[in-house]
């Protein structure tokens, strides 16, 4: 349980630990950054528009199968095992899309990275639940949240000198090292925690498979152009994905019940709207409005930026609003950010501005992620830390492995257009319906115990 005595991130016994998660979260966002940035020129040179929705599906269907694994081994076992072999996945996986012949493999190495990245995002929140007073927890994802800063700067426009100077290969290779350097600090403050004294109630990661298999078969069906195969593919895919979701998650999440499933249900929603909006930013500019990588970069920077700076709000707002009001102003900022981004991918109007609008789709994303990432965290038992954080990790991933999956359906599909405007348009409305129903149950999120 979170110890009352902790009351700094930055002093014994949370120091290494805070040290260790936040350089472990700026590798990961070097990543994320650098690679969502330079996928299009990557597409263009292998070929296969059809593939590029499934390299961000494929990472996020097999993080989710990670997390299912990495929760239980960190309640079971202590974090410090799964944490190693989530480093040397994701950087295997790096290794394999940076020496990728085609898109197949890209999709396999992303696969690797998916895995990998599920384990290490299980153990931070695990430990952050475990470890932290539940009064610095908050403080604790704002400054997670903050370890974008630098990649946010610095990342797409290292990505997109690379590509344009060297090669897109180069951009994969050249992060492969990160990992395992931030484990060097991370583990040893990892080896210091132990696992619970009594087994929660575990998971099942038959239930976690069944759930990636089901959205995969599902999306997979939904890209193809055959009609048979996909009313076989995507009827079975639901039914597996949604048998799997109920195993995993709390009963009442589908139905928004009040408190923590509801929590859970807004979070997936608000995690579907951002990444699937996002995975297609530097598509359109480049395909739709014919502008070159690095302005997609500077979009990038800045929603991570904003982000960061939303992460921080909910402490100065805590003593005047509660959770759903917070949740609420978060999802109405998204919201706004979301229609301009629409107008500058699909109308004749300046391109920078796509830099103004992401950015406040990334203040609305801050401010509304952290606030429902705390309410889930709080809601947590004791001794179940890591079941909660993979419910948590779970919701998140999910709403960006859906979006973008079926987001990549719709670019890819003959009515989408060549380049894909009415897809992106499509894509983009859809996203913003997401929005839309996460406002319509903001009401029922977790409040702050007071």
């Known amino acids: 349980m979170p110890d009352p005595q902790n009351s700094s991130l930055w002093r014994p016994p949370l120091r290494w630990l805070t040290i260790g998660l936040t ?180 998971s099942s990661h038959s239930d976690a498979l069944q759930l990636a298999l089901g959205s995969g078969a599902m999306l997979y069906g939904l890209s193809q152009q055959h009609g048979l195969l996909t009313l076989l593919l995507v009827p079975v895919g639901l039914a597996l994905g949604v048998r799997g979701f109920h195993r995993l998650l709390p009963e009442g999440t589908l139905r928004a019940r009040q408190g923590l499933p509801a929590s859970l249900l807004c979070m997936l929603l608000l995690t579907a709207a951002f990444f699937g909006t996002e995975a297609f930013v530097p598509l359109a500019l480049k395909e739709i409005r014919g502008q070159p990588v690095v302005l997609s970069g500077f979009a990038l920077t800045t929603a991570a930026i904003f982000w960061t700076a939303g992460a921080w709000l909910p402490l100065r707002l805590a003593a005047r609003m509660r959770r759903p009001q917070i949740v609420r102003l978060g999802l109405a900022i998204l919201m706004l950010g979301l229609a301009l981004t629409l107008a500058v991918s699909l109308l004749a109007i300046p391109a920078w501005l796509i830099v103004a609008g992401w950015g406040v789709t990334g203040l609305g994303m801050g401010l509304a992620f952290t606030t429902l990432s705390a309410a889930i965290l709080e809601a947590s038992p004791p001794g179940e830390e890591g079941a909660t954080s993979a419910s948590l990790q779970l919701t998140q991933v999910l709403g960006a492995a859906l979006a973008t999956g079926v987001g990549g359906a719709v670019v890819a599909a003959p009515f989408a257009g060549e380049p894909p405007r009415v897809g992106i348009g499509v894509v983009d409305l859809a996203m913003m319906s997401c929005v839309l129903v996460a406002l319509a149950i903001a009401a029922r999120v977790a409040d702050a115990k007071r």
């Open 23 to 202: 350089l472990t979260v700026v590798a990961t966002a070097f990543e994320a950054l650098a690679v969502a940035t330079v996928l299009p020129v990557t597409s263009a040179e292998l070929g296969g528009l059809a593939w590029y929705g499934w390299t961000f599906s494929a990472f996020m269907l097999a993080n989710l199968v990670g997390i299912s694994f990495g929760g239980d081994a960190a309640d079971t076992h202590g974090p410090a095992a799964p944490f190693v072999w989530g480093v040397a996945l994701f950087s295997g996986g790096l290794v394999i899309s940076g020496l990728a012949p085609s898109m197949p493999v890209i999709v396999a190495g992303r696969c690797a990275q998916g895995f990998g990245a599920g384990l290490l995002s299980s153990v931070a929140y695990a430990s952050i639940a475990r470890v932290y007073a539940v009064e610095l927890q908050p403080r604790m994802l704002a400054t997670l949240s903050s370890a974008w800063v630098i990649p946010g700067m610095i990342g797409p426009g290292v990505a997109s000198a690379v590509a344009h100077y060297a090669s897109w290969r180069w951009v994969f290779l050249g992060l492969a090292p990160l990992p395992p350097l931030a484990a060097c600090l991370v583990v040893p403050a990892l080896r210091a925690q132990s696992a619970p004294p009594t087994r929660p109630k575990m």
